[in-house]
C-alpha cells in the first residue's frame, strides 16, 4: 500500500466539500446527483489507487504525479454550478468595490491601463497573464524530473491547496470580477495581439463569481515561491512572469486590485505554512 500524498488528501477534501455542496446546497443542479456520484467515484479512484499501489508501476506513478494538473481545470470549470447552486446568481462586488475607494481611493481595474497608456507594457503584462496556464505543469514536470520526490510531493501539494481554497472561497463568497461587473476596454488600447487572446479564453472558459481572491495570483506566486524554494533557476525565470501576471490582472481589467491583493496573501500563507510530507 503506498501512502497519500498532499495533493491527494487536498483533492479528496476538496471533492468531498463539493459533493456535499451539490446534495445540500437550496439551489443544485438538475445533473446534481450525477455530478455528486462522479465526484465519490473520483475519490474512491483515489484512495483505492494508492491502497492497492498502483504507483508501483511507472505508468501508475506518472499517473498519480500527474493527475492534479487535470484536476486542476476540471474542478475550475465546475466552481460556476457550486456558485449558483450556493447563491443562485447573487454576487458581492460591491463590497469589493467599496473596499477599492477605501483602499486605493479609485478602481484601479478601470484606471490601471490609463495611467500606464503604453501598448507594449500592456502586451508583456497579457503574456504574464497567459503564462498562467503553463507555470504548474512546469514546476511538476521539472520538479518531477529532478527528483527526490519529497521535495515534488510538498510542492505540488501546497499549488494544490492553492487552487483548492480559491475554489472553496469563490463558492462561499462569489465575486464577478471587474471584467463581468464594467463595460470591457478596447483590446487594442492595452496591447496588440496577446489582449484579444486572454480575452478569448476567458469568453470561453472563466466561472462567474471566481474572482476573489484572484486564483492567477495565488496559484502563481505560490508556484514561484516553490520553485525559489526547490529549484532557483526556475524561480529566476518565474521572476519575469508572475509580477507580469500579478499586475496584468489588474491592467487587464480581468481583477480588482483588492483581488490582486488578496491572492498574493495567500500565496505568500501558503509559503510558509502549506503542505508537509506526510
Aim: charged share 15%; glycine share 8%.
Amino acid at each position: 500500500m503506498s501512502r497519500l500524498r498532499p495533493a491527494d488528501l487536498y483533492t479528496t477534501g476538496y471533492l468531498a466539500f463539493a459533493l456535499v455542496v451539490l446534495l445540500a446546497a437550496p439551489h443544485p443542479p438538475e445533473n446534481a446527483l450525477l455530478l455528486g456520484a462522479a465526484h465519490l467515484a473520483a475519490i474512491a479512484a483515489i484512495l483505492a489507487g494508492r491502497r492497492f499501489g498502483v504507483d508501483r508501476w511507472k505508468a501508475g506513478e506518472l499517473l498519480f504525479a500527474f493527475y492534479p494538473l487535470v484536476v486542476f481545470g476540471l474542478l475550475y470549470s465546475e466552481v460556476g454550478t457550486l456558485i449558483r447552486a450556493v447563491h443562485g446568481g447573487v454576487v458581492h462586488d460591491a463590497a469589493i468595490q467599496r473596499a477599492e475607494e477605501i483602499l486605493f481611493r479609485s478602481q484601479p481595474s478601470r484606471t490601471l491601463h490609463e495611467i500606464w497608456p503604453w501598448r507594449p507594457l500592456g502586451e508583456y503584462l497579457h503574456l504574464g497573464y497567459f503564462a498562467y496556464y503553463f507555470l504548474a505543469p512546469v514546476l511538476a514536470l521539472v520538479l518531477y524530473l529532478r527528483r527526490p520526490r519529497r521535495e515534488f510531493d510538498i510542492a505540488i501539494g501546497t499549488v494544490a491547496l492553492s487552487f483548492y481554497l480559491c475554489f472553496g472561497i469563490f463558492v462561499l463568497y462569489p465575486v464577478a470580477g471587474p471584467y463581468h461587473a464594467y463595460p470591457r476596454s478596447d483590446p487594442a488600447a492595452v496591447g496588440y495581439l496577446l489582449p484579444r487572446v486572454v480575452r478569448g479564453v476567458l469568453d470561453r472558459g472563466s466561472s462567474i463569481g471566481a474572482a476573489f481572491p484572484s486564483s492567477h495570483v495565488a496559484v502563481s506566486l505560490t508556484v514561484w515561491i516553490m520553485a525559489m524554494r526547490y529549484h532557483l533557476p526556475l524561480a529566476r525565470v518565474f521572476a519575469f512572469i508572475v509580477p507580469a501576471l500579478a499586475l496584468g490582472a489588474v491592467y487587464g481589467g480581468y481583477h480588482y486590485a483588492v483581488d490582486a491583493v488578496a491572492g498574493a496573501l495567500l500565496a505568500l500563507l501558503l509559503g510558509v505554512y502549506g503542505a508537509r510530507s506526510t
